[in-house]
Structures are given as C-alpha cells and as structure tokens.
C-alpha cells in the first residue's frame, strides 16, 4: 500500500522551505510512489484540516521561491487561541491525522516546532521534523534551513554600509535577527569585517564598546561598524534579567510567578528600542555622528541561496528514504556534512548558542573583533 505523507511549515517562515517542500514532495510522489498532502497554516491547519493538494503542477517553480506555499503560524498545538480563550487542540490534531490516513507528518519548523513535534509524538503520531530557521539555533544540528540566506544578505547590508559610514565617518549600527542566538550577527560580522560584534551570549559594556571606537579613531579610522543581534543585552541588563528569573524558578507561589513573568515581558517590550538606545549612548561617547539600520524581516524574505537549496532539498528527500524504512519520531540534523536522525527528545526544549570557544568566536577575535566583553 502507497504511504500517505502531510507537511506542515511552522514558526517563522524563512528562505528555503519551498525548496524542502518540494523535495519531499517529489521524492514521495515521483521516486517512491507514496501519496502527499500540505496543510495550511502550520498546526492551526491541521487542527481545521485546511489541506493543499502538493500536485507536480503546484510543486513545480517553487525550488527559488522565498516564504512557504503552505503558509505559516506561530500556533502551538496544545495551547492554540480560538476565539478569546487558549485550548489544547492536539485531540483534533490526532483526529485529522488519522482521518487522512497518515503514516508520516513531517513538520517543517524551528524550536518551537522541534517541541510541539514531540508532543504530537508522545500522542502516538509518527513524525519526522526539518530543522529551519534563520538564526541557526537548534540543538544538535551544525546548520538549520534558511540560515545562510540570511547570512548571506546580513552580509552583503554591512558591506554596503561600509562605504556610507566612511564617507560620513561615521558609526553606523546594524541591527540583526537573533533573540537568544547570535549566530548571524556573529556570522555576517566575521565576513563582513564588522569592527564590534554584540551578541545575546556576551553581555556588553558599552564604555567598553565606546573605547574601542575611540581607539579606532586614534588609529586614523574614522568609521566604524557596530553588528548587534536583537537580542544583545549590557552586563546590568542581564543580569536584572538573570535574578528575575531565577526568582521566578525559586518561587513557589502561582502569583508570584506571574507577577514577575508580567515584569520579564515588560523587560523584552522595553528591550525593543534596546539598538537605537545604544545607537545615542555610542554617539554620545565617542562624539561621531551615529546612525542604525535595522534589518529585520529582509533577512528572512526572497529566494534562497544555493546553499539553501540543496540543503533544504536534501534534508527533504532524506526524510522521505527515512519514512520509506518507517523511521519515525527523529528531527533530520547535519553533523559534519552528513544527515542523521536525532531523536526529538534531544532536541525539543534545548538551544544551540554561541559558545565561549566557538571557533568563529576565536577567529573573529583574533582579526580584532570587539565583544564588548
Ligand atoms: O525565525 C526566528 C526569528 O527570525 C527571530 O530571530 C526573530 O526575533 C523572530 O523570528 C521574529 O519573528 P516574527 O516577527 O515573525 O514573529
């Protein structure tokens, strides 16, 4: 009997996912004769049973195409906003899948998806995730979906920025995706010389990050490039962020709890402006003219790079051999050049951040890149 395959996207779209839907939807239908269905809107599309028919015609032209045909949300199966209230839905999840006779749901996604995946999983359904997302963060894999497009595009911004900031000597601030990872801001600073790179893993000083302007200066430079991850955080910062936490892990009482989870978000919404308020305090300090660009979601948008397209192709066909051999209940991860499955239980719930002795770390230090630190 023909296997029936659905795939969903989930989280934040990036470029590449068409590319891996298209992998596995050709690998299944042309190579290994199984059946293959999309469902619309990640989980929320599973939960409505809102369908796409993955035809050759629909498959076809989409290996360059940016975004995702399924389209995507950010809904999590168990706590999914219907209406006013939030609900477990995985019940209706189940129902879906069995109604279209699944074998396989193979889930497109980043962390978040990673988690909701073993979730479904512990329900008994067989599931196969991708791993996708811009900011490179997911546990056990060198290199996630979408990655280095955005690398590539973070890079090639700070390269036209140098030139705008030395014809104006000036700071010129760019602000990167990577709330918790500071995989690309590290990334596109290495290959686009940026002078101080700020990542969520390093708390900064940012007399420390003045002086090394100032340094600069005296050094003849009068520009200089600032690449700060979204998430960068000052050492006070953090460590007002570490207690509150802590405090909220150490509490016993439910309010409580709440009572500091309202102060952490009130913390992450102040924390918005965080790029542009370092922008005046750098300028402030060093007395050069200062200016932020924020890149944002250019960084996730347009086609994907060749490196994207074969990944995201090759994780795609992988994952239909491995629904051919009835392996289930694995993320797919690339460990030195080669794909293997994970099981979901070590990666859901675990990040992968910029450690200490990170080699690009080193190497970026090493050509005299500023942490901040
Ligand atoms: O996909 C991850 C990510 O790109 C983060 O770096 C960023 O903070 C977040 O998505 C923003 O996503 P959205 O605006 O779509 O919620």
Same mark, same amino acid.
Request: proline share 2%; aromatic share 4%; charged share 25%.
């Given at each position: 009997? &023909?296997?029936?395959?659905?795939?969903?996207?989930?989280?934040?779209?990036?470029?590449?996912?068409?590319? *891996?839907?298209?992998?596995?939807?050709? &690998?299944?239908?042309?190579?290994?004769?199984?059946?293959?269905?999309?469902?619309?809107?990640?989980?929320? =599309?599973?939960?409505?049973?809102?369908?796409?028919?993955?035809?050759? =015609?629909?498959?076809?032209?989409?290996?360059?195409?940016?975004?995702?045909?399924?389209?995507?949300?950010?809904?999590? %199966?168990?706590?999914?906003?219907?209406?006013?209230?939030?609900?477990?839905?995985? #019940?209706? +999840?189940?129902?879906?899948?069995? /109604?279209?006779?699944?074998?396989?749901?193979?889930?497109?996604?980043?962390?978040?998806?990673?988690?909701?995946?073993?979730?479904?999983?512990?329900?008994?359904?067989?599931?196969?995730?991708?791993?996708?997302?811009?900011?490179?963060?997911?546990?056990?894999?060198?290199?996630? +979906?979408?990655?280095?497009? &955005?690398?590539?595009?973070?890079?090639?911004?700070?390269?036209?920025?140098? #030139?705008?900031?030395? #014809?104006? !000597?000036?700071?010129?601030?760019?602000?990167?995706?990577?709330?918790?990872?500071?995989?690309? *801001?590290?990334?596109?600073?290495? @290959?686009?010389?940026?002078?101080?790179?700020? +990542?969520?893993?390093? %708390?900064?000083?940012?007399?420390?990050?003045?002086? *090394?302007?100032?340094?600069?200066?005296? &050094?003849?430079?009068?520009?200089?490039?600032?690449?700060?991850?979204?998430?960068?955080?000052?050492?006070?910062?953090?460590?007002?962020?570490?207690?509150?936490? /802590?405090?909220?892990?150490?509490?016993?009482?439910?309010?409580?709890? @709440?009572?500091?989870?309202?102060?952490?978000?009130?913390?992450?919404?102040?924390?918005?402006?965080?790029?542009?308020?370092? $922008?005046?305090?750098?300028?402030?300090?060093?007395?050069?003219?200062?200016?932020?660009?924020?890149?944002? !979601?250019?960084?996730?948008?347009?086609? %994907? #790079?060749?490196?994207?397209?074969?990944?995201? $192709? !090759?994780?795609? $066909?992988?994952?239909?051999?491995?629904?051919?051999?009835?392996?289930?209940?694995?993320?797919? *991860?690339?460990?030195?050049?080669?794909?293997? %499955?994970?099981?979901?239980?070590?990666?859901?719930?675990?990040?992968?951040?910029?450690?200490?002795?990170?080699?690009?770390?080193?190497?970026?230090?090493?050509?005299? $890149?500023?942490?901040?630190?």
């Amino acid at each position: 009997m &023909a296997k029936n395959i659905g795939i969903l996207t989930s989280g934040g779209d990036c470029p590449g996912l068409n590319a *891996a839907i298209r992998g596995i939807g050709r &690998a299944a239908q042309d190579y290994f004769k199984m059946n293959v269905i999309g469902f619309r809107d990640g989980f929320r =599309g599973l939960v409505q049973d809102r369908t796409l028919t993955l035809d050759s =015609g629909l498959l076809s032209g989409i290996l360059t195409l940016g975004g995702t045909i399924l389209g995507t949300s950010r809904d999590k %199966p168990h706590r999914m906003p219907i209406g006013d209230k939030e609900m477990d839905m995985t #019940s209706a +999840i189940v129902e879906t899948y069995k /109604r279209h006779n699944l074998d396989c749901l193979v889930c497109i996604g980043g962390g978040g998806t990673q988690k909701n995946a073993l979730r479904l999983k512990k329900s008994d359904l067989n599931i196969i995730t991708l791993p996708k997302t811009i900011d490179n963060d997911i546990a056990k894999t060198d290199i996630t +979906i979408g990655f280095n497009t &955005a690398l590539g595009i973070a890079t090639e911004a700070i390269d036209r920025l140098h #030139s705008t900031a030395t #014809s104006h !000597h000036r700071i010129i601030v760019v602000e990167v995706m990577g709330h918790r990872a500071g995989w690309l *801001a590290l990334g596109a600073g290495l @290959a686009g010389g940026a002078d101080v790179v700020l +990542i969520p893993e390093i %708390p900064y000083d940012i007399e420390k990050v003045a002086k *090394a302007i100032r340094n600069r200066t005296h &050094a003849g430079k009068r520009f200089s490039i600032v690449t700060v991850a979204e998430g960068s955080m000052s050492i006070d910062d953090s460590k007002r962020i570490g207690r509150l936490l /802590r405090e909220k892990e150490e509490s016993g009482k439910k309010s409580e709890k @709440a009572r500091i989870s309202r102060k952490l978000e009130e913390f992450h919404q102040s924390h918005v402006n965080h790029t542009l308020h370092l $922008t005046r305090q750098l300028e402030e300090l060093t007395g050069l003219e200062s200016r932020l660009t924020i890149l944002g !979601h250019l960084q996730r948008g347009g086609t %994907p #790079s060749t490196v994207d397209r074969i990944l995201a $192709t !090759h994780l795609g $066909t992988t994952c239909v051999a491995l629904i051919e051999k009835e392996k289930y209940g694995v993320m797919l *991860a690339v460990q030195n050049n080669k794909i293997i %499955p994970v099981l979901l239980e070590e990666v859901a719930g675990m990040k992968k951040l910029v450690l200490n002795d990170d080699p690009w770390l080193e190497s970026a230090r090493h050509v005299g $890149t500023v942490f901040g630190d």
